[in-house]
C-alpha cells in the first residue's frame, strides 16, 4: 500500500484539486461537444432526414457529380504540383546556405497569412479580362478566371505551404551527411534522393501530403473569387454545397456536404496513423543528431 | 568478449600493392573572413596510415573532406597518384570515407548499408545478388559483426555503428581510406581496442590511409605518420617520434604532452632559469626566450645548489604507475614534476618539502 500512498501524496503535491481537474475536463469536453461533434453529426443527420434515396439522388445529380469531378481535378493537380515543389523548396532549404533563403522560407508561407480571398483577387487582377495580362488571353482564346484553370491556380496557391512547411524542419534535424555518405559511395544524385533522402522523409511527406489534400478538396474563399459560380461547369463541392444551400435545397446541401464531412474523417484518421509514424522518424532522426 | 582479429577473413583487394599517393599543394580554403586552411602543403605516401593532429577547429575535417572531395578549395590542388584529381567529383574519386557520426543510413538494415555502394553501381559493373551478399557478409566478418546483418543503425552499440560504417566504406574498394575522428564518440576502453584493430587492419589492407584525431596519444600510438596541424596550417610533419621527441615548434612541444613553462632570456647562449642554466647555442644574444620542460624531465634534489630552481613541494597526486609533484617556485608559475612510482617512494617526499629542481633535458624557442 506504500506505493499507492505515494501517488496520493504526488498528486496533491503536482496537481490542481479534484473539483478544479473535473470543471476543467468537464469544460474541454462540452467544449468539444458543442463545436465540433453536434455539427458534425448534424450534417449527417439533415442529409438523411429525408431518407437514404433522396441522399443519393442529390450525391448523382449531375451537377453534384460535376462538381465532386472538379474538386477531385483541382487536387489530383494541385497536391502533386505541391508535392514536387515542396520536395524542391525543403531540399534546398535544409541541404544547402544560398542567399535569400530566409525571404524564401517567408514567401512560402504567404499563402497562410494571407486571407484565401486576396489569393483569389490576386488572380482575378492579374489574369481576368480586366486584368494585367487579360487582354492577352482574350486574343489567344485563353480563359483562365470562370473556368477550371482558375480554379486550380487558386488551389495551387492555398494550399503552397502544406508539404514544404513540414518537411522543412524534418530535414534540418537529419542533416545532409547520409547525402555525402551516398555519394562517397559512387551514388549519382538521382540515387542518393530516391535511396536515402526519399526514405528518410516519406512519413513526413505523407502527412504534409494527406493536410493538403484536405485543404485542396475543401478549399472555399479563393476558389469562390476565381470560379464565377457556373452550375456544372465551374463549381468544386464547397461552392456547390452553398447554391444549394442559398436555394433551401437543405437535403442536397448537407449530402453533398456530408462528403466533406466524410472526406474530413478519413483524413484525421490518416493522420493520426501518418502523424505517429513521423513523429518516429523525427525522433530517430533528433536522436542521431545528438548523439 | 570481443573475439580477436582474424585476418584471413580479409576479401581480397584489389588496391593491394597498388596503393595510392596524394599530393596536397598548396590549399587555401576560406569561409566568409575566416581562413580554415592556409596554403597547406602536404604529401602522403602510398599505403601510409597518417595522422592529422591538432587542436578543436584547427581545420583537420575540412581538409580532410577536401581529399574526398565534400569540399572544394578555393585555391590550390589535389593530386592522386600524380593525377590531379581537384575537379574531379566526390563520387569518382574512390575515396571510402567515415565521418565522426558514422551517417549510417538509418532507415536500411547493417546488411543493406554496407551493400549500398555495391547496389548503385551502373548496371555493366554492378555486381550478382549472390556476389552482393557474400562480399557483404566477408564485410561484417572483418569486422566481427556478421551477427548484426539484420539490425537496423539505431540498434547498435558506439563501437558497432563506428565498425559498419568502416565496412561500408570498405564495400567499394576505395583507394584512399579517409576517418574523421573514427573513433571519437567511443569511451576509452574501446577507443583503445578500436584503434588497435584499426593499425591492424591497415597492415593487412595497406590502403593509403588518413584519420583525424585531436587525441595525441592516438595519433601516437596508430600512425606512420603525424601531421600537427593548429589554425590551418601545419606545425609539423613527421614519425611518432620525431614529432614527440623533437618538436619543432613551441605549439608541438605544448600540444604533444604536458610541459612546463619558464620565460628567460638568452645571454650568450645560454637561458637561465631560477639558477639553472639551460643551453640555447643558436639563439641570438640578448632575446627573451620562452623555456620548456617536459614533468618527467625534471629531476629532484634535496641538496641546496646554485646552478638549480629552488622550490616547495605543495600538492601531490598519485596517479596510478606515476606521481605527480606540485612545486612552488618564487617568481614562476607552479611547476609539475612527474616521477615513477619508485622514484617517489626512494626520495619520501611530502608536501612542505624544500626541493631544488634539475631540467634534463629543455628546449629553448626565441621570440620571433
Ligand atoms: N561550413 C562552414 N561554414 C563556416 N565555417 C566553417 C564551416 N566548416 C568549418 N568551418 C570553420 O572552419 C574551422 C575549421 O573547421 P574544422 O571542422 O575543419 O575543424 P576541426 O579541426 O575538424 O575541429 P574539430 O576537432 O572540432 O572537429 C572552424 O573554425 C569552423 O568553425
Ligand atoms: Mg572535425
Known sequence: MAGASNNVHRSIVTTESRSVRWLLTGLALLFIALFLVVPLASVFYEALRKGFGLYFQALVEPDALSAVKLTLI????????????????????????????????????????????????IYVLMVGAQGWWGPWLIEHDIKIIFAIPGIVLATVF??????????????????????????????????????????????GLLYGVILANARAMGEFGAVSVVSGHIRGETNTIPLHVEILYNEYNFVGAFACASLLALLALVTLALKSFVEWRAEKQAEAARRDATE | ????????????????????????????????????????????ASGELLALLGPSGCGKTTLLRIIAGLETPDQGQILFHGEDATD?????????????????????????????GLRVRPKKTRPTEAVIKKKVHDLLGLVQLDWLADRYPAQLSGGQRQRIALARALAVEPRVLLLDEPFG????????????????????????????????????????????????????IGTPEQVYDTPETPFVYQFLGDVNLFHSRVHEG????????????NSPNETTATVYVRPHEIDLSRDASDSAIAGVITHIRL??????????????????????????????????????????????????
Request: charged content about 25%; hydrophobic content about 45%; overall charge negative.
Open chain 1, 74 to 121: 483541382a487536387a489530383l493537380i494541385s497536391v502533386p504540383l505541391n508535392l514536387v515543389f515542396g520536395v524542391a523548396a525543403a531540399w534546398a532549404i535544409a541541404k544547402f546556405e544560398f542567399r535569400g533563403k530566409s525571404v524564401l522560407i517567408t514567401l512560402i508561407d504567404l499563402p497562410f497569412s494571407v486571407s484565401p480571398v486576396v489569393a483569389g483577387l
Open chain 1, 158 to 203: 492555398v494550399t503552397f505551404p502544406f508539404v514544404a512547411r513540414e518537411l522543412i524542419p524534418l530535414m534540418e534535424a537529419q542533416g545532409s551527411e547520409e547525402e555525402q555518405a551516398a555519394m562517397t559511395l559512387g551514388a549519382s544524385g538521382w540515387q542518393t534522393f530516391w535511396r536515402v533522402t526519399l526514405p528518410n522523409i516519406k512519413w
Open chain 2, 185 to 236: 564518440a567511443l569511451d576509452t576502453k574501446v577507443r583503445k581496442e578500436l584503434r588497435r584493430w584499426l593499425r591492424r587492419l591497415h597492415d593487412e589492407m595497406h590502403i593509403t590511409s588518413v584519420f583525424v584525431t585531436h587525441d595525441q596519444e592516438e595519433a601516437l600510438e596508430v600512425a606512420d605518420r603525424v601531421v600537427v596541424m593548429n589554425k590551418g596550417k601545419i606545425e609539423q
Open chain 2, 270 to 281: 645560454w637561458a637561465e632559469i631560477g639558477g639553472a642554466r639551460i643551453e640555447a647555442p
Open chain 2, 1 to 44: 568478449m570481443r573475439r580477436g582479429f582474424n585476418p584471413s577473413l580479409l576479401p581480397p583487394h584489389p588496391s593491394q600493392g597498388n596503393p595510392m599517393s596524394i599530393e596536397i599543394k598548396n590549399i587555401n580554403k576560406r569561409f566568409g573572413d575566416f581562413t580554415a586552411l592556409d596554403n597547406l602543403n602536404l604529401d602522403i
Open chain 2, 88 to 116: 574531379t567529383h566526390v563520387r569518382e574519386r574512390q575515396v571510402g570515407f567515415v565521418f565522426q557520426h558514422y551517417a549510417l543510413f538509418r532507415h536500411m538494415t547493417v546488411f543493406e548499408n554496407v551493400a549500398f
Open chain 2, 319 to 368: 596517479l596510478g604507475a606515476t606521481v605527480r609533484l606540485e612545486v612552488e617556485v618564487a617568481g614562476h608559475e607552479a611547476v609539475e614534476v612527474e616521477l615513477t612510482r619508485e622514484r617517489y617512494q626512494d626520495g619520501a617526499w611530502r608536501v612542505g618539502d624544500p626541493v631544488w629542481l634539475n631540467p634534463r633535458e629543455a628546449r629553448v624557442y626565441t621570440a620571433g
